[in-house]
Nanobody, 121 residues
Framework: QVQLVESGGGLVQAGGSLRLSCVASGSIFRINVMGWYRQAPGKQRELVAHISRGGSINYADSVKGRFTISGDNAKNTVYLQMNSLKPEDTAVYYC???????????????WGQGTQVTVSS
């Protein structure tokens, strides 16, 4: 019903930058929040940043000042600009669409398949 497709992951040296993109498609009426989570090996999935439909933004303390989230409500798209990357940012990054109202008036959260970000030292 709703699909999320991420792109932009890859391998980068410490101090470098990457830009992640995520597009949601399908029977979408409205998305309330879009965001990025990450999961490193052996660790729990954690919030990186999210942005509400109204533009409210929240960042994890570990990425404040380095990462910037932005979105386009009309295109059901969210971006994550990652600068000054560190080896500890290495993880699989997942896009999330939360509070999605579909054209069938269902309400649920959806996840992308994940994209690998690897930061070498």
């Amino acid at each position: 019903q709703v699909q999320l497709v991420e792109s932009g992951g890859g391998l980068v040296q410490a101090g470098g930058s990457l830009r992640l993109s995520c597009v949601a498609s399908g029977s979408i009426f409205r998305i309330n929040v879009m965001g990025w989570y990450r999961q490193a090996p052996g660790k729990q999935r954690e919030l990186v940043a999210h942005i509400s439909r109204g533009g409210s933004i929240n960042y994890a303390d570990s990425v404040k000042g380095r990462f910037t989230i932005s979105g386009d409500n009309a295109k059901n798209t969210v971006y994550l600009q990652m600068n000054s990357l560190k080896p500890e940012d290495t993880a699989v990054y997942y896009c999330a669409a939360q509070g999605v109202v579909t054209t069938s008036y269902t309400y649920a959260d959806y996840w992308g398949q994940g994209t690998q970000v690897t930061v070498s030292s």
